[in-house]
């Protein structure tokens, strides 16, 4: 791809496109980049380039000769090529990513041309210029910085250019979406952490949480990009379905923090448990049906310090009970086995306010079970739940907990005490 940039600025225009990766790829050879001099091209004594308009007003106008003088110059240099040529204006069609597809795929020699002052006059637009491109709503000073961005974008989708073609394919505005969120070292940075997903291995849990969070984004940032948005497949389609069943919930707009539990939060605990039973019900989850956890449990666990309340600004939003305490039906483990010699806390009852579900705030609830087992000194926690507690174990995996084996728990009379036990440890 070659480009030509016509400019009354070429040092400015040459020193921003020879820098880094574009610059890297001209050195190579992959791209060729020229900024020409209008003004060289002039036919009076003074290199005058510009002249009062026709007509009266104010400012000047870049006259028609230099323009042409100068663009016969590049293309007798370049020779044949499929060629465009490209006036930068506030009054072209406003420049997106399918411009910069458009122009790489179907031309191997653009020129652009910048404008400065009023503009140019506007025979040299009628006689010369293939089309005009704006790079936004706005009027800026020259064409300088509309053509320095048409070059970049293009010049990063030539082959080689880039360390892969994934590297562009994947980003905003390719496939008419935005991009995910993107995340580097530390794991943790101001108290705020890594989505877990992303440091678990899975790439086909990773490329899932990605897509929809694409999507995701797309709808909250840009909805008129969303809204023309077409899904390419059945996996687009069930991650839009649950989005939109997704929609109705609260969104998390307010810091959520946690603290230990006081009795006049029990009501809203008990409330959360209630809604927790009902659900359970529905999925025939046989967990939490008889009586407990009761009132009395929650009770004891507010006596011992171990039940907290998570608060989405000052509402109560989910609730955990974090045991320091051995669990006796944990000494016997089927089918796998607990890491050994690590002192641990029990995650025993968690749920989140009926409002909130869906939200992500149960994700915000292990954070901080985490933060508080890292509160009592210890890096190891483990938990366990129903086989068909299907939500859970989602929650559990997707938070870095582990499937270990199998427990017995002591369960009501007519209940299944079977349950599938997870452990997460710490990081240092
Ligand atoms: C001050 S502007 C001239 C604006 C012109 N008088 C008008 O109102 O349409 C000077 C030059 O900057 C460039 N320019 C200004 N805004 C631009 C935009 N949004 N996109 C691309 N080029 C722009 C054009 O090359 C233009 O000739």
Request: hydrophobic share 35%; net charge negative; proline share 4%.
């Amino acid at each position: 791809m070659r480009i030509d940039i016509l400019t009354l600025f070429p040092d400015t225009v040459n020193a921003v496109l020879h820098e880094s990766i574009i610059g890297r790829a001209a050195k190579k050879g992959i791209v060729d980049i020229h900024c020409v001099q209008i003004r060289d091209f002039t036919e009076n004594r003074q290199n005058q380039v510009d002249d009062y308009p026709y007509g009266g007003g104010f400012g000047c106008v870049m006259m028609a000769q230099p323009l042409k003088s100068c663009l016969e110059y590049v293309i007798r240099d370049a020779g044949e090529r499929r060629r465009r040529v490209i006036y930068m204006s506030p009054q072209g069609k406003p420049y997106n990513q399918e411009c910069a597809k458009r122009l790489q795929r179907d031309y191997d020699h653009l020129v652009l041309v910048c404008g400065h002052y009023e503009g140019v006059d506007e025979r040299f637009i009628e006689a010369c210029v293939d089309e005009e491109i704006s790079l936004g709503d706005f009027v800026l000073t020259g064409g300088e910085i509309a053509a320095m961005a048409v070059a970049d974008s293009v010049c990063r989708l030539v082959p080689g250019v880039l360390a892969d073609e994934q590297c562009y394919t994947g980003e905003s505005h390719w496939d008419g979406l935005l991009e995910y969120p993107q995340y580097t070292r530390p794991e943790e940075w101001e108290g705020r952490r890594v989505p877990e997903i992303l440091l678990n291995g899975d790439h086909a849990k990773v490329e899932r949480w990605r897509r929809k969070q694409q999507l995701l984004r797309t709808k909250r940032k840009r909805p008129d990009m969303f809204a023309a948005f077409t899904p390419g497949d059945d996996e687009d389609r069930k991650l839009l379905t649950e989005i939109e069943k997704e929609a109705d919930r609260r969104p998390i707009t307010q810091p959520v923090t946690y603290r230990a539990a006081e009795e006049e939060d029990l009501p809203a605990i008990l409330e959360i448990v209630q809604y927790a039973r009902r659900t359970l019900k529905k999925q025939r989850v046989d967990q939490w049906q008889g009586v407990y956890p009761d009132e009395a449990a929650f009770r004891a666990d507010l006596a011992r310090g171990e039940c907290f309340v998570v608060l989405h600004g000052e509402e109560i939003a989910a609730f955990f009970t974090l045991s320091l305490r051995e669990e006796a039906c944990y000494a016997e483990i089927t089918d796998g086995k607990w890491t050994e010699g690590m002192a641990y806390c029990t995650l025993h009852r968690a749920s989140v306010a009926k409002d909130y579900r869906g939200s992500g705030m149960a994700e915000k609830l292990i954070a901080c079970v985490e933060q508080q087992a890292r509160a009592f000194g210890l890096r190891c926690i483990r938990t366990d739940t129903h086989k068909k507690n299907k939500p859970m174990q989602r929650l559990l995996r997707e938070s870095g907990f582990r499937y270990r084996g199998n427990v017995m728990v002591a369960s009501e009379p007519g209940h299944d005490p079977a349950r599938q036990a997870y452990e997460k440890i710490l990081k240092k």
